[in-house]
């Protein structure tokens, strides 16, 4: 299907790798233009910036810890002298500490808040100038935002403060005609799971919990990105949309 996003230009948070990465190509595959951030990992996201223009859009890779300020705004001033406009954003960037919720420092707390919720807020904030009427803001999520999971204290708290935000600037942009909706995506394994204590548990607890039989891969995450993006969606906002092939369903 044709979704009619070609030479459209889109901002993905963290897409070196993962389910960002997914994402970003998926965009790619139909045209947009893409600029990401990345933290660490150089190499990967050169990869993934060869991987972009390969398929024939502009693409833009900078180095920008999305929780601190003057880094993100640097990032977006460099997405406005490259693309001028923007018709999405996708915050996907994400980080945490996996321990017991008894075991979490005053660090531990603003590492993952601030890359998590603010670094979403900020984000908007430096994208809204930008974003014209009919424009997308996607905010990936997941299931620990409502339900506890172990080891999962501060990243589902930072989530749940994501899906809260969504909701008000879905409200605060509507009237300027930008979408604001939250993907809520069930456990994927990638480089961020295999940091998990209980990785092997929570896949075998996922995969026998999951009504449609199988493990979410980054792609089915990309995919979702691609309808919320999209004119399909064009009445969509403030939504949680849930890609966990029926996890959440279950109880």
């Known amino acids: 299907m044709d979704l009619d996003l070609g030479g459209r230009h889109a901002v993905v948070t963290g897409a070196s790798r993962g389910i960002g990465r997914a994402i970003a190509l998926a965009l790619a595959d139909q045209g947009v233009h893409v600029a990401f951030n990345y933290l660490r990992n150089r190499r990967a996201a050169e990869e993934t910036l060869r991987a972009l223009e390969a398929r024939g859009v502009t693409a833009l890779a900078q ?24 018709e999405l954003l996708v915050h996907n960037a994400a980080s945490g500490v996996e321990r017991t919720a008894l075991d979490f420092t005053l660090h531990h707390f603003h590492w993952t808040l601030d890359i998590n919720a603010w670094g979403f807020l900020s984000a908007v904030q430096e994208a809204a100038p930008m974003l014209a009427p009919g424009s997308s803001v996607v905010a990936i999520s997941s299931l620990g935002a409502v339900r506890s999971l172990p080891y999962y204290t501060l990243v589902g708290a930072s989530k749940a403060a994501i ?14 005609g930008i979408r604001v909706n939250v993907l809520s995506a069930g456990a994927v394994d990638t480089d961020a799971l295999k940091h998990f204590p209980n990785r092997e548990e929570l896949m075998a607890t996922t995969l026998a919990r999951t009504p449609l039989g199988r493990m979410l891969e980054p792609e089915d995450v990309a995919q979702a990105v691609l309808f919320l993006a999209s004119d399909l969606s064009r009445m969509v906002t403030g939504a949680t949309l849930f890609v966990d092939g029926g996890y959440h369903a279950v109880g």
């Open 63 to 86: 180095r920008a810890n999305i929780a601190d300020p003057e880094a993100v705004r640097a990032f977006f001033a460099a997405v406005r002298e490259r693309f001028g406009t923007l």
């Open 163 to 176: 899906e809260s935000m969504a909701r008000h600037l879905a409200t605060e942009l509507g009237p300027r």
